[in-house]
């Protein structure tokens, strides 16, 4: 069960509209390296983790994604309020316009919708560390990205918060994969374990 604390994370407060900046911060709603996706993998992954503090970390990340989820979603909301056809064609907004008009929807900065192939959740201790440790990369990346094409300083700042909640995301989850490797019994195959890789070697 969450509390919900009515404020965003980091405050937005946008005053220049422009929908084509808009379609492109909308990946990072429901985009292959986006808000959406993050959540779920963590949220998910969480369940099958075997140690209850890396556990923890997945549920905490987990939900701070979720109030990153929401401030993506009030930057697309604000850079498109109250738009016009004319502006939304002129900004090449108009294909997303005549689907959802200025709604916030889940989809990449292609066009390309959300689905749950945009996360993963093996099971396995550390390929899930691992996938979330790239994810992370994969998502500051992109946030850079997004931030070379800004020149409006309201969007820049909540972006800039953004990029710097994944690289510490990153630098969590890499803390987690050290701790969870320390564990290391004989009886552990997660990460190494040449009697197991015998086991499954065919008989000579």
Known sequence: MWNYEKRLQCPVSIKKKCPKTAQFIISQY???DGELSASMRYLSQRYSMPYND????L??????ELAHLEM????????TDGITVDEAKTAGFDAYYIDHATGVWP???GGVPFTATEFQSKGDVFADLVEDMAAEQKARATYENIL?????????KPIIFLREREVIHFQRFGEALECVKSRLDSKNYYFFNPEFDK???PSQ
């Open 30 to 32: 429901g985009g292959p």
């Open 54 to 57: 890396v556990g923890g970390l």
């Open 59 to 64: 549920t905490d990340i987990g939900t701070e």
């Open 72 to 79: 993506i979603c009030a930057i697309v909301h604000q850079l």
């Open 107 to 109: 989809q990449a900065s």
């Open 148 to 156: 070379r094409v800004l020149d409006d300083d309201d969007v820049r």
């Open 199 to 201: 086991q499954m070697m």
